[in-house]
């Protein structure tokens, strides 16, 4: 894996967020290239630029390293965005003082001149970035669009026409073009959020564009819902909360509890949150706040006073396009940091992922709850013991992955033992 960029004059290095991830995937694409590629060819003067969708900070800490004063603002809905072009332009040696930060909700100013974005793969979201930009840009501001050739069609052109004005697109570079958006200056109303129901539950859902299971319940999370764990928790945390449907329905199973929501998308905590107020799901009797919501990567920033008893979790299984298990590890070895001593996780997951392995390396065991044909719940306890002691015993998680055998049963958790 590459970790050094190199295009135009400008030379970095560049890597994922978090940088100890086990991935043979760079820290950038072509695209991001290209767009630095054509911001040069045209010898863009150093405007206030906004960049939206910049994953680790290849396009951030280029103009930044073009011109340190760069003025910039910063957009993105991912925390470990955020986190990962701090990390690069540190590494760089490149400041941040010329940044300023946005969420995908934020109402931006109208002071920009010049937007560089890459193309999300979710396109109702990006429909959404376009109408937030087509409330602020004047007509006739430019807005360049890195993205795959292959994802660039005359629907999205039209999208592009439709939410913020004319698109055309460059000739093709290293598979990629760089697409030309110019703001018509109308201003279009944002999206309203998804709306669903799990009747049987009397729940209401409301999901905002980039927000998981879009419009109905993920199947991984319905088996979740059907399996709640046995206890009497009190501390809960919705680890990837997403809507935050496995925690709203912790709280109705678990009244006495209080219930700990997070999630790498500032737009998921957000419709949790919602989520929560909609459902009325505060219990009469209980001090101080029921709920709590975290943008965050995974429990990284988890408050000490926060010792949970129970975490649910139905972790992804990519970063953005790229496939990858480090998020799912971070979060099981998180989440033994954070239990209480007896505290349980409980997690959903694909069987083909065998996260029995992992837990089973963390926590020393896993036991099957329920399964079926594509998916198994799987529960791990944290069992006292010293924590240094333990965490001495952990190994990296490279090592694991050569070991794991997921074709192969797990002796200990029971593992496609269950009915299908
Ligand atoms: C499979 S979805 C589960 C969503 C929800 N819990 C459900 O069951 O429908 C995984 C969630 O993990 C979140 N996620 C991805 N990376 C994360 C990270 N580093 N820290 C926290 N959450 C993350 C995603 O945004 C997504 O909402």
Known sequence: MTTQFSVADIELTLHRYPNNQESNLQAWDAADEHLIKHVTEIAQPA??????????????????????????????????????????????????????WFNSRDIMPTSIELVLMKLPKNLTYFAHQLNRLSQVLPAGTQVF????????????????????????????????RVITCVSDGNIRALPKSVNWSIPELTLEINNISNVFAASK?????????????????????????????????????????????VDDSEMAVESARQNWQLNQLDTDGLVGEQATFDWDDCLTHLSE??????????????????????????????????????????????????????????????????????????????????????????????????????????????????KS
Not at 153 to 166: E, F, I
Not at 235 to 255: E, M, R, T, W, Y
Request: net charge neutral; aromatic share 6%; with cysteine.
């Open 217 to 261: 319940l993920d199947i991984g999370a319905r088996i979740m819902l059907d399996n709640m764990p046995k206890g009497d928790f009190t501390s809960i945390i919705d680890l990837g909360c997403g809507n935050g449907i496995l925690g709203l329905h912790a709280k109705q199973v678990f009244p006495k509890a209080y219930i700990h929501f």
């Open 145 to 176: 669009i890195g993205a795959k050739a292959k994802s660039i069609n005359q629907s999205l052109l039209t999208l592009l026409a439709k939410n913020l004005g004319p698109a055309s697109a460059s000739l093709t570079w290293k598979k990629t």
């Open 47 to 100: 405007v206030n630029t906004a960049i939206i969708n910049d994953n680790f900070g290849a396009l951030t800490a280029s103009l930044t390293s073009m011109e340190q004063q760069w003025p910039m603002l910063v957009e993105t809905d991912a925390k470990t965005s955020q986190l990962g072009i701090l990390q690069n332009l540190a590494q760089n040696q490149l400041s941040s003082e010329n940044i300023q």
């Open 305 to 418: 006073a926060i010792r949970p008893d129970l975490i649910l979790c139905n972790p992804p299984f990519h970063q953005g396009e790229a496939i990858t298990d480090h998020i799912a590890w971070q979060m099981f070895l998180q989440s033994w940091r954070a239990l209480k001593n007896g505290g349980i996780l409980h997690v959903v997951g694909n069987r083909h992922l065998a996260y029995h392995v992992k837990l089973q390396r963390i926590f020393k065991n896993c036991t099957t709850v329920a399964s079926n044909g594509k998916f198994v719940i799987l529960q791990a306890q944290k069992i006292s013991k010293k924590a240094e002691v333990h965490e001495a015993e952990l190994i990296e998680p490279s090592d694991i992955a050569e070991n794991a055998q997921p074709s192969e049963p797990h002796p200990q958790s029971g593992l496609y033992g269950g």
